[in-house]
């Protein structure tokens, strides 16, 4: 029997792994993160998929230290997988799967090297993104790609919507080449550096709306950090105001030169600095659904005086 040691988190760690179970490897320990206190869980447990198949579970701080080394030296692996892993494994601990290291990331490699890999390819306005099992090398990123699986994203899709299309896309991947790469058959690509880039990651700063940007700049900023994620946001009068989702408005005529927020129909609409529309579709404040009778009700009078908020 194949013995593998995993490094895994999140939906893609949740699924992936089940995908290595369903092939019959043994999965001998299994290396996770103890979920953050401050942090908003939305996603699947690869603890949990762990427990249930009695695998041995560990949350270390480091996991390049010397005892962890020596831990899974004795379990003598043949392979070791990362599956969403948020920290880098050394190259000491990767030399010690006896058939090599492989790690799944969220895009189409070498496009989106680095962190949050699909919140950026949705704030680029990308048309596809995917998952791509790669080895893993002292560079992240950057190793051979074995298998690799495309999903679309639709001009409204937010980054939570196209992370779960590419949690499929993984265990699709995944699915689809290990009985190749078990026997000691899959193909092995290099990967072209020199076609994408490395990203780092994001912050809910981040998120701060310019509104001097196109419509569909804006759009897409939305969209990469709609909820679960932090949200864009702006401001008035140092109230913060959070949109989590929009649309990009038909062809029509903005309602005044220049940027500014307004309600019509009772509908959110923004008047962009490129001269398009933006449709509002949801607006919260201090985590509350905001109506546009409320918005009206509460920044009416700044709207009647004309005053723009951006």
């Not at 895994?8 to 299994?30: D, F, K, N, P, W």
């Not at 790690?103 to 949705?122: C, E, I």
């Not at 000691?184 to 020199?194: I, K, R, S, Y």
Request: hydrophobic share 45%; net charge neutral.
């Amino acid at each position: 029997m194949t013995r593998a040691v995993v490094f895994a988190y999140h939906s893609v760690g949740a699924r992936c792994l089940s995908t290595l179970l369903a092939h019959g490897v043994e999965v001998a320990l299994l290396v996770t993160h103890a979920d953050a206190a401050d942090e908003n869980i939305w996603f699947e447990s690869v603890a949990a998929v762990a427990a249930r198949h009695d695998i041995p579970t560990i949350t270390p701080a480091d996991a390049n230290t010397p005892e962890l080394l020596a831990r899974i030296a004795a379990l003598q692996p043949d392979f070791i997988f990362s599956f969403y892993y948020r920290k880098m494994l050394g190259t000491p601990l990767l030399a010690l799967a006896a058939r090599g290291a492989y790690n799944m990331h969220g895009s189409l490699l070498p496009k989106y090297r680095g962190r949050a890999p699909v919140n950026w390819a949705v704030l680029h306005g990308e048309s596809e993104t995917g998952a791509s099992l790669h080895e893993m090398l002292a560079k992240p990123d950057a190793g051979r790609v074995v298998a690799q699986q495309r999903v679309p994203i639709l001009p409204d899709d937010t980054a939570f919507e196209v992370f779960n299309k590419v949690t499929v896309a993984a265990e699709l991947a995944l699915d689809a080449v290990l009985p190749a790469l078990l026997a000691g058959t899959a193909p092995h690509f290099e990967q072209n550096l020199a076609q994408g880039g490395y990203f780092g990651g994001r912050k809910p700063a981040d998120g701060r709306i310019d509104w001097t940007q196109p419509a569909a700049v804006v759009h897409n900023l939305v969209r990469a950090v709609a909820p679960p994620y932090p949200g864009a946001f702006f401001e008035i009068d140092g109230v913060r105001l959070i949109v989590g989702r929009s649309q990009l408005a038909p062809p029509r005529q903005p309602r005044s030169a220049g940027a500014g927020i307004y309600v019509e129909d009772a509908r959110f609409f923004a008047d962009c600095a490129d001269g398009r529309v933006l449709r509002l579709l949801s607006l919260t404040l201090d985590g509350q659904e905001l109506s546009p009778a409320a918005f009206v009700s509460r920044f009416g009078e700044k709207l009647a005086n004309g005053k723009r908020f951006f």
